[in-house]
């Protein structure tokens, strides 16, 4: 069974403070994925990943980046966290190659800024 | 650009009743269209999805859902609801041909299912 792990389960940074939020799978997916998950609004795409060092942003980037320096972990960062960045943020993965194959979620870190 | 709307933010429905969560989409071309569910605390699963052929999808925990192209829906349904169906439930859509972020999926805002018993 895949598995997605979020390092911490809940989060609390002051604002300016530069964050890290950590993601690893178990399943040699190459296809990784950040989304933050707000009341009424659904998943909105931060950024993802489909290889090793490659990243391309998704809907919402602004005052975010990624790192995915092992094909395993996925890194998102909030340089400077801001409190409207207060949100539950979730990891997945999906294999390439497995046509329209379903996203593995890791159970999310909910980060609050004050 | 592709969307989806989940017109319920809530549903309710006694235990043993049928449930239905509606979902809408907007894609240029046929949708890949999938559910997923969240239970409290944890990430989403997968429940089930529908990439072509028969219109009616069998998933997990007896959830089934039907795509119908005319009125642009895919319904998620269950004959008979139970208690521990209640769950925020997540309708997602991505156009078949597409490049860059609109390559992923689409999320709808969720609907919270309760289910009394």
């Known amino acids: 069974d895949v598995k997605v792990t979020q390092s911490s389960r809940y989060l609390v940074k002051r604002t300016g403070e530069k964050v890290f939020l950590e993601c690893v799978q178990d399943m040699d997916h190459e296809n990784m994925f950040w989304y933050r998950q707000d009341p009424g609004l659904g998943l909105r795409l931060i950024y993802f990943?489909?290889?090793?060092?490659?990243?391309e942003k998704g809907d919402i980037p602004e005052g975010y980046s990624v790192s995915r320096e092992k094909k395993e972990r996925f890194s998102l960062i909030l340089e400077s966290a801001s409190t409207n960045q207060t949100s539950m943020y979730l990891c997945?993965?999906?294999?390439?190659?497995?046509?329209?194959?379903?996203?593995?979620f890791g159970n999310g870190t909910r980060l609050t800024v004050t | 650009a592709q969307s989806v709307a989940q017109p319920e933010d809530q549903v309710n429905v006694a235990e043993g009743n049928p449930l239905t969560v509606k979902c809408t989409y907007s894609v240029s071309g046929n949708p890949y269209l999938f559910w997923y569910v969240q239970y409290p605390n944890r990430g989403l699963q997968f429940l089930l999805k529908?990439?072509?052929?028969?219109?009616l999808v069998k998933g997990s925990y007896g959830f089934e859902a039907e795509f119908n192209k005319s009125q642009t829906s895919f319904h998620l349904k269950k004959p008979s609801a139970l208690v521990s169906d209640s769950a925020l439930y997540f309708c997602a859509v991505r156009e078949p041909i597409s490049s860059g972020s609109a390559r992923q999926l689409t999320f709808g805002s969720g609907t919270q299912l309760t289910v009394l018993p």
């Open positions: 529908y990439i072509t052929g028969d219109n």
């Open positions: 997945a993965s999906r294999p390439t190659g497995v046509r329209n194959s379903p996203l593995h």
């Open positions: 990943s489909y290889d090793v060092k490659m990243k």
